[in-house]
T-cell receptor, first 111, second 113 residues
Framework: DAKTTQPTSMDCAEGRAANLPCNHS???????VYWYRQIHSQGPQYIIH???NNETNEMASLIITEDRKSSTLILPHATLRDTAVYYC????????????FGKGTKLTVNP | GAGVSQSPSNKVTEKGKDVELRCDPI?????LYWYRQSLGQGLEFLIY????????KSGLPSDRFSAERTGGSVSTLTIQRTQQEDSAVYLC???????????FGPGTRLTVL
Protein backbone atom coordinates (compact mmCIF):
# COMPACT_ATOMS: atom_id res chain seq x y z
CA ASP A 1 0.00 0.00 0.00
CA ALA A 2 1.09 3.55 -0.71
CA LYS A 3 2.50 5.31 2.34
CA THR A 4 1.68 8.81 1.15
CA THR A 5 -1.37 11.05 1.06
CA GLN A 6 -1.86 13.63 -1.68
CA PRO A 7 -4.77 15.86 -2.72
CA THR A 8 -6.77 14.38 -5.55
CA SER A 9 -6.51 17.42 -7.77
CA MET A 10 -5.09 20.93 -7.97
CA ASP A 11 -5.24 23.83 -10.38
CA CYS A 12 -2.55 26.36 -11.19
CA ALA A 13 -2.33 29.36 -13.51
CA GLU A 14 0.26 29.25 -16.26
CA GLY A 15 3.44 31.05 -15.26
CA ARG A 16 2.74 30.77 -11.56
CA ALA A 17 4.40 28.42 -9.10
CA ALA A 18 2.70 25.08 -8.50
CA ASN A 19 3.11 23.75 -4.99
CA LEU A 20 2.11 20.12 -4.59
CA PRO A 21 1.91 18.79 -1.02
CA CYS A 22 2.48 15.25 0.18
CA ASN A 23 1.99 13.74 3.59
CA HIS A 24 4.21 10.82 4.62
CA SER A 25 3.82 10.79 8.38
CA UNK A 26 5.02 7.18 8.80
CA UNK A 27 8.24 7.62 6.85
CA UNK A 28 11.26 5.90 8.39
CA UNK A 29 14.82 7.07 8.60
CA UNK A 30 16.14 5.18 5.58
CA UNK A 31 13.29 6.07 3.24
CA UNK A 32 13.62 8.61 0.48
CA VAL A 33 10.88 10.78 -0.95
CA TYR A 34 10.55 10.45 -4.73
CA TRP A 35 8.37 12.41 -7.12
CA TYR A 36 7.27 11.18 -10.52
CA ARG A 37 4.72 12.56 -12.93
CA GLN A 38 2.67 10.99 -15.69
CA ILE A 39 1.50 13.04 -18.61
CA HIS A 40 -1.53 11.61 -20.35
CA SER A 41 -0.78 8.43 -22.34
CA GLN A 42 2.91 8.45 -21.45
CA GLY A 43 5.03 6.45 -19.01
CA PRO A 44 5.85 8.01 -15.64
CA GLN A 45 8.72 10.49 -15.61
CA TYR A 46 11.19 10.89 -12.76
CA ILE A 47 11.28 14.42 -11.34
CA ILE A 48 13.34 14.58 -8.15
CA HIS A 49 14.06 12.81 -4.87
CA UNK A 50 15.48 13.62 -1.46
CA UNK A 51 16.17 12.23 1.99
CA UNK A 52 16.08 15.15 4.40
CA ASN A 53 17.67 18.15 2.72
CA ASN A 54 15.87 20.34 0.23
CA GLU A 55 16.74 19.51 -3.36
CA THR A 56 16.57 21.43 -6.61
CA ASN A 57 17.13 20.42 -10.21
CA GLU A 58 16.22 21.78 -13.62
CA MET A 59 12.64 20.57 -13.30
CA ALA A 60 11.58 21.32 -9.74
CA SER A 61 12.42 21.90 -6.10
CA LEU A 62 11.64 19.53 -3.25
CA ILE A 63 11.09 20.91 0.22
CA ILE A 64 11.05 18.34 3.05
CA THR A 65 9.96 19.38 6.52
CA GLU A 66 12.42 19.01 9.37
CA ASP A 67 10.46 16.11 10.88
CA ARG A 68 10.26 14.55 7.37
CA LYS A 69 6.56 13.88 7.76
CA SER A 70 5.61 15.94 4.76
CA SER A 71 7.08 17.48 1.65
CA THR A 72 6.21 19.89 -1.14
CA LEU A 73 7.12 19.68 -4.79
CA ILE A 74 7.48 23.10 -6.36
CA LEU A 75 7.29 23.78 -10.09
CA PRO A 76 8.51 27.40 -10.14
CA HIS A 77 6.88 28.55 -13.38
CA ALA A 78 4.20 26.10 -14.44
CA THR A 79 3.44 25.68 -18.14
CA LEU A 80 0.55 23.94 -19.89
CA ARG A 81 2.89 20.99 -20.52
CA ASP A 82 3.16 20.45 -16.76
CA THR A 83 -0.46 19.25 -16.67
CA ALA A 84 -0.09 15.68 -15.39
CA VAL A 85 -0.67 13.34 -12.47
CA TYR A 86 2.06 13.82 -9.87
CA TYR A 87 3.01 10.92 -7.62
CA CYS A 88 4.79 11.23 -4.30
CA UNK A 89 6.45 7.95 -3.30
CA UNK A 90 8.48 6.88 -0.30
CA UNK A 91 11.09 4.30 -1.11
CA UNK A 92 13.63 2.61 1.13
CA UNK A 93 17.22 2.42 0.03
CA UNK A 94 18.48 -1.10 0.34
CA UNK A 95 15.01 -2.54 0.86
CA UNK A 96 12.33 -3.24 -1.69
CA UNK A 97 13.36 -1.55 -4.88
CA UNK A 98 9.90 -1.37 -6.42
CA UNK A 99 7.95 1.87 -6.63
CA UNK A 100 4.55 1.81 -4.91
CA PHE A 101 2.29 4.31 -6.61
CA GLY A 102 -0.73 5.85 -4.94
CA LYS A 103 -3.40 7.79 -6.76
CA GLY A 104 -1.34 10.97 -7.05
CA THR A 105 -2.47 14.55 -7.63
CA LYS A 106 -3.93 15.58 -10.96
CA LEU A 107 -2.43 19.02 -11.63
CA THR A 108 -4.15 21.11 -14.26
CA VAL A 109 -2.30 24.19 -15.47
CA ASN A 110 -4.72 26.71 -16.89
CA PRO A 111 -3.93 29.40 -19.47
CA GLY B 1 20.59 9.12 -25.47
CA ALA B 2 18.04 6.41 -26.17
CA GLY B 3 15.45 5.79 -23.50
CA VAL B 4 13.57 2.66 -22.57
CA SER B 5 11.72 1.22 -25.55
CA GLN B 6 8.84 -1.21 -25.59
CA SER B 7 7.18 -3.21 -28.31
CA PRO B 8 4.59 -3.50 -29.57
CA SER B 9 3.02 -0.18 -28.64
CA ASN B 10 -0.43 -1.71 -29.00
CA LYS B 11 -1.56 -5.33 -28.93
CA VAL B 12 -5.07 -6.63 -29.46
CA THR B 13 -5.60 -10.31 -28.81
CA GLU B 14 -8.39 -12.77 -28.29
CA LYS B 15 -9.17 -14.30 -24.93
CA GLY B 16 -7.16 -17.48 -24.42
CA LYS B 17 -4.23 -16.51 -26.65
CA ASP B 18 -0.68 -16.05 -25.40
CA VAL B 19 1.12 -12.71 -25.78
CA GLU B 20 4.72 -11.57 -25.45
CA LEU B 21 5.68 -8.03 -24.59
CA ARG B 22 9.23 -6.78 -25.05
CA CYS B 23 11.30 -4.22 -23.17
CA ASP B 24 14.67 -2.78 -24.19
CA PRO B 25 16.17 -0.96 -21.19
CA ILE B 26 18.62 1.91 -21.28
CA UNK B 27 22.08 0.59 -22.13
CA UNK B 28 24.11 -0.16 -19.00
CA UNK B 29 21.15 -0.25 -16.65
CA UNK B 30 21.38 -3.32 -14.44
CA UNK B 31 17.88 -3.18 -12.94
CA LEU B 32 14.68 -3.69 -14.90
CA TYR B 33 11.07 -3.51 -13.70
CA TRP B 34 7.66 -4.35 -15.09
CA TYR B 35 4.52 -2.52 -13.96
CA ARG B 36 1.00 -2.42 -15.27
CA GLN B 37 -1.61 0.28 -15.23
CA SER B 38 -5.30 -0.42 -15.49
CA LEU B 39 -8.30 1.81 -14.90
CA GLY B 40 -9.42 0.03 -11.82
CA GLN B 41 -6.08 -0.66 -10.16
CA GLY B 42 -3.77 2.25 -10.94
CA LEU B 43 -0.05 1.61 -11.37
CA GLU B 44 1.08 -1.68 -9.86
CA PHE B 45 4.43 -3.43 -9.67
CA LEU B 46 4.80 -6.84 -11.32
CA ILE B 47 8.43 -8.02 -11.25
CA TYR B 48 11.98 -6.75 -10.75
CA UNK B 49 15.19 -8.02 -12.37
CA UNK B 50 18.72 -7.40 -11.19
CA UNK B 51 20.86 -8.61 -14.06
CA UNK B 52 19.20 -11.77 -15.32
CA UNK B 53 17.75 -12.88 -11.99
CA UNK B 54 14.40 -11.85 -10.54
CA UNK B 55 14.67 -11.36 -6.78
CA UNK B 56 11.16 -9.94 -6.55
CA LYS B 57 8.29 -11.54 -8.45
CA SER B 58 5.73 -10.65 -5.81
CA GLY B 59 3.54 -8.58 -8.11
CA LEU B 60 2.83 -11.20 -10.75
CA PRO B 61 -0.94 -11.72 -10.44
CA SER B 62 -1.06 -15.40 -11.43
CA ASP B 63 1.02 -18.24 -12.84
CA ARG B 64 -0.15 -17.23 -16.31
CA PHE B 65 2.34 -14.37 -16.07
CA SER B 66 6.05 -14.94 -16.48
CA ALA B 67 9.05 -12.87 -17.44
CA GLU B 68 12.64 -13.39 -18.37
CA ARG B 69 15.67 -11.28 -19.01
CA THR B 70 18.59 -12.41 -21.08
CA GLY B 71 22.10 -11.01 -21.36
CA GLY B 72 21.32 -8.50 -18.66
CA SER B 73 19.45 -6.46 -21.25
CA VAL B 74 16.21 -7.23 -23.09
CA SER B 75 13.24 -8.56 -21.12
CA THR B 76 10.10 -10.34 -22.25
CA LEU B 77 6.85 -10.47 -20.29
CA THR B 78 4.67 -13.40 -21.32
CA ILE B 79 1.00 -13.76 -20.52
CA GLN B 80 -0.50 -17.16 -21.25
CA ARG B 81 -4.18 -17.81 -21.88
CA THR B 82 -5.03 -14.14 -21.72
CA GLN B 83 -8.18 -13.01 -19.93
CA GLN B 84 -10.16 -9.79 -20.35
CA GLU B 85 -8.96 -8.59 -16.95
CA ASP B 86 -5.39 -8.64 -18.31
CA SER B 87 -6.25 -5.62 -20.46
CA ALA B 88 -4.00 -2.79 -19.29
CA VAL B 89 -0.96 -0.73 -20.19
CA TYR B 90 2.20 -2.68 -19.39
CA LEU B 91 5.11 -0.43 -18.47
CA CYS B 92 8.78 -1.26 -18.28
CA UNK B 93 11.36 0.76 -16.37
CA UNK B 94 15.10 0.51 -15.88
CA UNK B 95 17.67 1.99 -13.54
CA UNK B 96 21.45 1.99 -13.33
CA UNK B 97 21.37 0.20 -10.02
CA UNK B 98 18.29 -0.85 -8.07
CA UNK B 99 18.49 2.14 -5.73
CA UNK B 100 18.71 4.72 -8.52
CA UNK B 101 15.79 6.51 -10.13
CA UNK B 102 13.78 4.48 -12.61
CA UNK B 103 13.20 5.56 -16.18
CA PHE B 104 10.02 4.35 -17.82
CA GLY B 105 9.20 3.33 -21.35
CA PRO B 106 6.07 4.42 -23.21
CA GLY B 107 4.23 1.19 -22.41
CA THR B 108 2.37 -1.49 -24.37
CA ARG B 109 -1.40 -1.18 -24.41
CA LEU B 110 -2.86 -4.68 -24.29
CA THR B 111 -6.50 -5.25 -25.15
CA VAL B 112 -7.99 -8.69 -24.67
CA LEU B 113 -11.25 -9.18 -26.54
Amino acid sequence: DAKTTQPTSMDCAEGRAANLPCNHSTISGNEYVYWYRQIHSQGPQYIIHGLKNNETNEMASLIITEDRKSSTLILPHATLRDTAVYYCIVRPRGGSEKLVFGKGTKLTVNP
Amino acid sequence: GAGVSQSPSNKVTEKGKDVELRCDPISGHTALYWYRQSLGQGLEFLIYFQGNSAPDKSGLPSDRFSAERTGGSVSTLTIQRTQQEDSAVYLCASSYFSYNEQFFGPGTRLTVL
